[in-house]
């Protein structure tokens, strides 16, 4: 009951903000995610050996995006360019570098990272609670603003580097208290 | 004068330290002033290097914070130039040049509002201003604006500046003071021998010496100056004996040159008249010759011209200077007259005979234009400058040839004028007296004839008379009768013809045949047996005008007259022309002829030569051809013959068809 009203919640949010940002007439809010999603892959380290190219985007549990994604994959990172799985094609989590983890793929989470497991997968989510669960980076909206938390533990689990300078700017640091 | 020559060692003490103190300020201000505007220059780039510094760390800090839209992680970022107290303030802009964030808070609305170009800083008054790109992996994501205050940095170099001109300062003041004690010590010596010098330039007094200053430089001037001093006081002692010696010598040379003086200046004075009278005389032969209307020509011994006047060159038309040299006979026309002066020209140039000299040429001299001029040349030598010259006064005498020439023909005009006016004066007055005799002739004819003609008329009745009733008398009555009937004959001839002289009848002018009219009177006229009649008449004489019995008259008169006139016999002969409308007819005998006094008295009325006739036949005629409109002249030599000729208008065509129609 909690949890599927706090579901409507999230959802009205994502309504109003996409109304807001429509509203602004300036870049929609899963623009903005595209946007950060390839920022992110460039404060992150990947460890030794998972660098391969190109570098994959694999969107689980549904595609909120539509043609947000499309500025980035003319992007590369460090020389790798993107390349876009969408959900229907069956998922390989080997083969994924990062992992959009849609709110439709809520109910099956726990699922989904337990099959990654300490795959080098960096994980994003853009629903309340996804930190705390063991998504490395999840967006949340503050101010009518697009911010992101930073789940450290679940990044060391995936053996991820992630800068200072973006730790810098994650408003909150869930599951810092589990890691220590 | 002493004042002034202390003044001036003074001065160049003065001076001594002017320039000690010049060389050591120089450097010292040229120094100073690089130390300062190095430090200008160094602080500048020094701050301008730390703010890029500052701009690149906080610009490395923020850029992720404009990648995420976090201005408040920039802000914090801005925060940290706190710890640098010159930093005014910053600013960040994002991508789109939107401010983004800024430090302090307080400065936001002094910073710009959106990003000045990037690029170097750029120093204002009292700031320096930086705008920089935020770059993240080569992207640019913002830009960063950094003010810095430039006060600190003004009040340092000032501080700087007044540290070093103090130092500067003071070592000049000490470098001065320095000199001063120094150069003394030079000057003072230097003083002491200008002090000298003045005593022995303004007082002569050349014993006075020097002290000795040991063996510097002013040491040694005073050693010379004290030499000097001595050559002088030699040289003045023997100056001073050569002058006595001089005084003597030159008053000796003075006397002589005052007389040499005085002849140079009578000599000259002689030679300045001398030189005058020269002018005077060359200024009155240049005049006389420049006026002279005459050529002047002067030829030296080869001939060749010297001296050509201004009258030469009007006369030849060559300048003086064009015939320099040319000889005489260029201008001479080539003749008897020219060869005649060339022979006495050369006898002139051998002997200089003086007979020869005024002598008069006339000759013919040509012109530049080529025409010929009579000229009278003469001649004369002399010598000029030990040279033989002759000089040679040309004149053209054309003007004076045509003259004379028109003269000459004007007297011959005048004389025939002259004896044509006589000639007419006697004729008129010759004419005057005929008809004056005949006026008078006339009267007394008139009357006499008429008194005659009476009697004659009676004596010829009775002659007939005796005639008819005496048929066959013997041969003496005979004879005597026909002398009678003859007489009478004559004699009434003659009362005819004095009747005629005085009254010619008015003439009835016919067409006339004029060899018809010869042939009968030629009849009518007894001829003498011992004379020939010879005619010439042409067969195409046209006819002529007059009165045929007048022209009868004179003809059978000038027949009867040339019998008479060859009593020993001779020829007659009849001659006829044409002459341009006129019929010209000439009787022509072979008589005694008449003398020329009797010519002239020919046709004067009771003139006669003749044993009988009373003259008047001749001027029967001469009235008888005027009235007929025609003329007479006579052409005789005594013992030769006579010879009349008659002019007789012809007949002119329109009148000879009038008469004949």
Not at chain 1, 66 to 91: K, S
Not at chain 2, 88 to 100: M, P, Q, T, V
Not at chain 2, 371 to 394: D, H, R
């Amino acid at each position: 009951m909690a949890s599927s009203l706090r579901a409507l919640l999230a959802l009205l949010t994502a309504l109003l903000s996409g109304i807001a940002a429509a509203d602004q007439t300036g870049p929609g809010e899963y623009d903005v995610k595209a946007a950060y999603i390839h920022h992110f892959a460039r404060l992150i380290q990947w460890p030794d050996g998972s660098s391969r190219e190109p570098l994959r985007l694999c969107l689980v549990g549904g595609d909120p995006f539509g043609q947000a994604l499309d500025p980035i994959r003319a992007e590369t990172v460090d020389g790798r360019p993107w390349q876009i799985l969408p959900p229907t094609e069956a998922i390989a989590w080997d083969r994924c570098d990062v992992a959009f983890i849609s709110r439709a793929a809520g109910a099956d989470l726990s699922r989904i990272l337990a099959a990654i497991g300490r795959r080098p997968v960096l994980t994003i989510g853009d629903s309340e609670g996804y930190g705390e669960r063991g998504v490395i980076i999840n967006f949340f909206p503050e101010n009518r603003k697009i911010h992101f938390e930073i789940n450290l533990a679940a990044s060391r689990r995936a053996g991820l580097n992630i800068s200072s300078q973006l730790l810098k700017l994650a408003r909150r640091l869930p599951g810092e208290g589990e890691a220590r | 004068m002493t004042e002034t020559r202390s003044e001036r060692s003074s001065s160049m003490l003065r001076k001594l330290i002017w320039a000690g103190l010049l060389t050591s300020a120089v450097p010292l201000i040229a120094f100073s002033v690089l130390l300062i505007g190095r430090g200008w220059i160094d602080g500048r780039e020094r701050m301008a290097h730390e703010l890029e510094t500052y701009a690149g760390v906080i610009g490395l800090n923020a850029a992720t914070a404009i990648l995420f839209d976090d201005p408040q992680a920039a802000a914090e970022t801005l925060a940290a130039l706190r710890t640098i107290p010159t930093v005014l303030g910053a600013a960040i802009y994002d991508r789109n040049g939107k401010l983004f964030a800024v430090y302090p808070d307080a400065a936001r609305a002094s910073l710009p509002a959106s990003p000045p170009p990037t690029g170097s800083h750029r120093f204002e008054r009292t700031s320096l201003n930086l705008t920089r790109e935020i770059a993240f992996k080569g992207e640019t994501v913002g830009r960063i604006y950094l003010r810095s205050d430039l006060r600190p940095f003004y009040r340092e170099i000032a501080k700087d500046s007044g540290v070093i001109f103090a130092t500067a300062s003071i070592t000049s003041a000490a470098a001065v003071l320095l000199m001063i004690r120094l150069q003394r010590r030079i000057v003072s010596p230097l003083k002491d021998l200008a002090q000298l010098m003045q005593t022995v330039s303004s007082g002569g007094d050349y014993s006075v010496r020097a002290a000795s200053y040991g063996r510097d430089e002013v040491g040694v001037l005073a050693e010379v100056f004290n030499e000097m001093l001595e050559k002088i006081q030699a040289r003045d002692l023997e100056l001073a004996h050569r002058r006595s010696n001089l005084q003597a010598q030159v008053t000796r040379r003075t006397d002589q040159l005052r007389h040499a003086n005085r002849l140079l200046e009578r000599e000259l004075e002689e030679r300045r008249r001398t030189e005058l009278a020269l002018h005077d005389s060359e200024e009155m032969f240049r005049v006389m010759s420049a006026a002279a209307l005459d050529a002047i020509i002067m030829v030296d011994r080869e001939g060749q011209l010297r001296y050509w006047n201004a009258a030469a060159e009007a006369i030849f038309g060559y300048r003086a200077e064009e015939v320099w040299g040319w000889s005489l006979r260029e201008f001479l026309v080539a003749g008897e007259s020219h060869e005649r002066f060339l022979l006495t020209f050369r006898h002139l140039q051998a002997t200089g005979d003086q007979a020869l000299q005024g002598q008069i040429f006339e000759l013919e001299a040509l012109r530049r234009d080529g025409s010929i001029f009579p000229a009278e040349l003469s001649l004369s030598a002399t010598t000029l400058k030990e040279q033989w010259v002759a000089i040679g006064i040309l004149r053209d005498i054309g003007e004076r040839k045509r003259a004379e020439d028109y003269i000459r023909r004007l007297n011959e005009q005048l004389e025939r004028k002259v004896r044509e006016r006589t000639q007419q004066l006697l004729n008129a007055q010759e004419e005057l007296v005929r008809k004056e005799k005949l006026a008078v002739l006339g009267q007394i004819a008139g009357s006499v004839a008429h008194e005659l003609r009476n009697p004659l008329a009676v004596i010829s009745n009775a002659v007939y008379f005796l005639h008819a009733v005496l048929p066959e008398s013997n041969a003496t009555v005979q004879e005597y009768l026909g002398i009678i009937d003859g007489e009478v004959g004559s004699a009434d001839r003659i009362v005819g013809d004095l009747l005629d002289s005085v009254r010619t009848r008015s003439p009835d002018r016919l067409p006339v045949d004029l060899g018809q009219l010869i042939q009968k009177t030629l009849e009518t006229c007894q001829r003498p047996s011992r004379v020939e009649v010879g005619l010439a008449i042409p067969a195409d004489l046209p006819p002529l005008l007059a009165d045929p019995l007048q022209l009868q008259q004179v003809l059978r008169n000038l027949i009867s007259n040339a019998y008479e006139a060859m009593p020993e016999g001779g020829i007659l002969r009849l001659e006829a022309n044409q002459d341009d409308g006129w019929i010209v007819v000439a009787v022509r005998d072979t008589g005694v002829g008449l003398s020329p006094v009797h010519r002239d008295q020919l046709f004067q009325p009771l003139f006669t030569t003749k044993a009988r006739g009373i003259g008047l036949g001749l001027v029967v005629v001469k009235n008888l051809m005027e009235a007929n409109g025609g003329r007479i002249e006579v052409d005789s030599q005594p013992g030769k013959g006579t010879t009349f000729t008659l002019w007789l208008p012809q007949l002119s065509e329109a009148v000879a068809e009038e008469h004949i129609a």
